[in-house]
């Protein structure tokens, strides 16, 4: 991704971040500085900062953990359905197409059946 395309094609969603007046100081500095905007200096250092991140060994043994975790998960809830339905296949259920990934089918003050 490069800094001139943020996201590049996904959805831009907002994150509040408390900072103390300091650090917002010298962020406005770097952002006047380098000719970007402060958000867009935010977003450039989360971007390094994860990307760094994907690197370190403590990181990737934490990471590896939660993987096993959820497999374990999804083979018990795999196994719970095998029991209950045999070895076929449960029929799917009629349903509205799923949101896009990462997204809640909820919005905020709604329950799931539209109330």
Do not use: C, Y
């Amino acid at each position: 991704m490069s800094e001139s395309e943020p996201n590049a094609g996904g959805q831009l969603r907002t994150l509040a971040v408390r900072i103390t007046e300091d650090l917002r100081a010298r962020l406005d500095v770097v952002a006047q500085i380098t000719g970007r905007s402060t958000t867009e200096e935010i977003r450039v250092a989360l971007e390094h900062w994860v990307e760094r991140t994907k690197s370190d060994p403590t990181i990737l043994k934490k990471a590896a953990a939660i993987r096993a975790e959820i497999e374990r998960e999804a083979q018990t809830r795999r196994n719970a359905i095998s029991a209950i339905f045999g070895a076929e296949e449960p029929a799917e259920p009629e349903t509205e197409p799923s949101p896009p990934a990462g997204r809640s089918s909820t919005r905020r003050g709604k329950t799931p059946d539209g109330e």
